[in-house]
């Protein structure tokens, strides 16, 4: 009896533990951030200054490279009205590493000024974009906190002898002038002023882990 | 004397008309005829004419918003031509028997449209407010989902302006020209009115029982038939002079803030301030 319920216990943890392993990404709660909602690929989590913190992931594409799917997300993020104001190097808490993208955003037909941090890591497998987001006037404290929520985040989907993984860092990139608003939006959305300019971008970080 | 559509609140009394209560001329409406004198036939003539004249008198009512009888007056299609709102006199009704009557144009329209929109809340309510203060009102609300009756002269702007509340999606405007069946029906109406003052008369002068009971047979099938036309006629006028605007507001997040369908990686549509932000 105690040896079938021995047995069971191991096979659920052995199981749980492959299923960690296998997931895209893991993430603890920085402090001050509680989880609302947590899917495999997809994890929510939100602060009581209603700053979100989000890490979703999607599948990569052969091809797909740190570089192309940086330049990809500012320019359409750029479309959408969203301003570049840093770029920069980071590394996961496995040494994985990925482009941090800032932005200023006004969403249209509003004059709320926001904060929008994109953190994409790119693997063979996967495309984990961490994000993080709020009003302007908090842009600076979380500004300073990505590295501290960066170090709570594992990053899955290399593989052995990995190009991708190893891939360089795009180019400095910039978003272009928004495209005409969507029609008749009350507001087209405006490209912000500068919050808090992060430090001067595409400084590299050391070699990965 | 105020006409029967001055008195009626909204379009929606004359649909109601066509209902199947409406049509009431007939026995059960008027009681026994068998134990009516002759005054009282010409009591329920008289009442029928009066009837008559009061639908006569509608068009030349002035009372805004526009009723389904001053649609009458219009002299072209109104959804679509600036000159819509602008009022004539009846060109039928007030043509000399003597001159051939002017048939213009009788056209339901119906319109449909979906509009995306970051607050569908706040939109909804601006729905509703932009239809009012065109003299139209809501005939039914689900979420997200308003059926607007709205004057045919001002559908257009109402539409033009409901756009403005965010993208608009798709639009479609639908017309049903009803001039041929709006003219059958009024001649209908004219020949059996003449056929039942003819009866009314031939009623006056039956000199028995059964020559009256006779005649009251038949102007009791003529009146039924008169007031169906009359009630069919009366929901035509009620959906050329409102227009019937079906608006479907959804909610934009940011995977729609950007149409781009030709996007062969879309990804970044479900990325942003709005997915990521909590209030």
């Given at each position: 009896m105690y040896k079938q319920s021995f047995r069971f216990s191991l096979s659920a943890l052995v199981c749980a533990g492959l299923l960690s392993a296998c997931a895209p990404f893991s993430i603890k709660p920085p402090s001050g951030f509680v989880e609302v909602q947590d899917y495999s690929r997809h994890t929510r989590m939100k602060a009581h200054d209603h700053v979100g913190l989000s890490v979703r992931t999607f599948a990569n594409m052969r091809g797909g490279t740190q570089a192309f799917w940086a330049e990809d997300l500012v320019k359409k993020l750029g479309m959408r009205g969203y301003t570049l104001v840093g770029q920069r190097a980071v590394k996961s808490k496995n040494g994985k590493v990925g482009t941090r993208l800032d932005f200023n955003y006004v969403p249209p037909g509003t004059d709320e000024q926001k904060f929008y941090i994109a953190v994409l890591f790119v693997t063979d497998e996967y495309r984990t974009v961490v994000q993080l987001a709020g009003d302007a006037e908090h842009s600076a404290t979380y500004q300073a906190r990505v590295d501290e929520v960066l170090g709570s985040l594992k990053v899955r989907g290399c593989r052995l002898g990995s190009k991708i993984c190893g891939g360089s860092q795009p180019p400095p990139l910039q978003t272009s002038?928004?495209?005409?608003?969507?029609?008749?939006?009350?507001q087209p959305p405006s490209g912000?002023?500068?919050?808090?300019?992060?430090?001067?971008?595409?400084a590299p970080v050391n070699q990965p882990a | 004397m105020a006409s029967k559509e001055s008195r009626a609140p909204s379009p929606q009394m004359a649909d109601a008309a066509?209902?199947?209560?409406?049509?009431?001329?007939?026995m059960a409406e008027r009681g026994d005829y068998m134990a009516m004198e002759e005054s009282d036939y010409d009591a329920v003539a008289d009442e029928d004419d009066m009837v008559e004249a009061e639908f006569a008198e509608a068009?030349?009512?002035?009372?805004?918003?526009?009723t389904p009888a001053r649609e009458?007056?219009?002299?072209?299609?109104?959804?679509?031509?600036?000159?819509?709102?602008k009022q004539k006199e009846p060109a039928v009704q007030t043509q000399p028997d003597d001159k051939p009557q002017k048939f213009t144009r009788q056209i339901i329209y119906t319109a449909d449209m979906t509009i995306s929109v970051f607050n569908q809340e706040d939109a909804m309510q601006k729905a509703e407010v932009i239809a009012t203060q065109a003299g139209g009102y809501v005939q039914s609300m689900s979420t997200g989902v308003y059926v607007l009756r709205i004057p045919a002269a001002e559908l257009r702007r109402v539409m033009e302006d409901l756009g403005g509340?965010?993208?608009?999606?798709n639009r479609n405007l639908q017309s049903r020209d009803v001039t041929e069946e709006f003219f059958d029906l009024k001649t209908r109406i004219e020949v059996l009115e003449g056929t039942h003052a003819q009866l009314l008369a031939l009623l006056k002068k039956a000199k028995s029982v059964k020559e009256a009971l006779a005649v009251r047979e038949a102007l009791d099938k003529v009146t039924l038939e008169l007031e169906q036309a009359k009630g069919r006629l009366r929901v035509l006028q009620s959906l050329i002079g409102m227009s019937t605007l079906t608006v479907r507001i959804e909610e934009r997040g940011p995977h729609t803030s950007y149409p781009d369908?030709?996007?062969?990686?879309?990804?970044?549509?479900?990325?942003g301030v709005e997915a990521t932000e909590w209030k």
């Open positions: 002038p928004p495209a005409p608003a969507p029609a008749q939006e009350a912000g002023q500068p919050v808090q300019p992060v430090q001067p971008t595409t | 066509a209902g199947p209560g409406y049509g009431g001329g007939g068009p030349a009512e002035p009372a805004p918003p526009p009458l007056e219009r002299t072209e299609p109104t959804a679509l031509g600036n000159s819509a709102g509340l965010g993208v608009v999606e369908s030709d996007d062969p990686f879309p990804w970044v549509d479900s990325l």
